[in-house]
């Protein structure tokens, strides 16, 4: 049974690395999910591709409540994920990676709850409002962070990432109103897939890769081909460092994702 997953996002569509790998469909509330589960030292790793491995599903159609459930079904504990990003951080360029420690959701159509009270298409058919002052995992960054240092790789060690809607880019004004509310860098998916992990006490972290500066700061058209072509030529480090991450995840979850229903229901 895999406790530790990977959700690869553009650029990352295969779980390479990993070995003896199997796939499973995994049927849940909300649909069903092709999950790959392969070995690293001797660990269950399970990956998933976020967008579908040809890329096939954008940022604002991709069942992310499906996709989180099916984890939790196959009992993982700990979510590592890549997300790639635009800079609005001159000091975090291209190429760099950024290990995310905060979130803001300017998403508008998407589902944000497995908690949809007498509506839930399961057993759960509670109200639950946790909490997300922290929306990643402590435990799981630390791990992230000691594993870029070990193999040298440039990181920073916070970011704060805006989540947009999609699948356009966003106008320069856009990007000049996320600067004051003080985001480092944009992308489309960490929502909802932070807080979905979150309502199911599972530790979620994302590693964030710059692939451009965003709109209004690069002097360059945005292009998805600029963000696979750079998510590209990082595929290798992408790789080590996801891989170097789970040697330096603790065994024993001491973090507060795993009590996130506590008092959350009112109970
Ligand atoms: O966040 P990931 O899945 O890496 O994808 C990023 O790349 C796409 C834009 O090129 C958007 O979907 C954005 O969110
Ligand atoms: N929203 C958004 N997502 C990205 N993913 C990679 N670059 C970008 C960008 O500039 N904006």
Known sequence: MPRIAIIGGSGVYDPALLTNIREETVKTPYGSVRVKIGEYNGEEIAFLARHGEGHSVPPHKINYRANIWALYELGVERILSTSAVGSLNLDMKPGDFVILDQLMDFTKTRHYTF???????????????????????????????????????????????????????????????????????????????????????????????????????????????????????????????????????????????KDALKGATGE
């Open 115 to 257: 908690y949809d009270g007498e509506e839930s298409p399961h057993d759960r058919k509670f109200v639950a409002h946790v909490d997300f002052t922290e929306p990643y995992c402590p435990e799981l960054r630390k791990a992230l962070m000691n594993a870029a240092r070990e193999l040298g790789f440039t990181y920073h060690p916070t970011g704060t990432y805006a989540c947009m809607e999609g699948p356009r880019f966003e106008t320069r004004a856009e990007i000049r109103a996320l600067k004051i509310l003080g985001a480092d860098v944009v992308g489309m998916t960490q929502c909802p897939e932070a807080a979905l992990a979150r309502e199911l006490e599972m530790c979620y972290a994302s590693v964030a890769i710059v692939t451009n500066y965003a709109a209004g700061i690069s002097p360059n058209k945005l292009t998805h081909t600029e963000v696979v072509e750079l998510m590209a030529q990082k595929s290798n480090e992408i790789k080590l460092l996801l891989m170097n991450t789970i040697k330096y995840i603790p065994k024993e979850r001491r973090c507060p994702c």
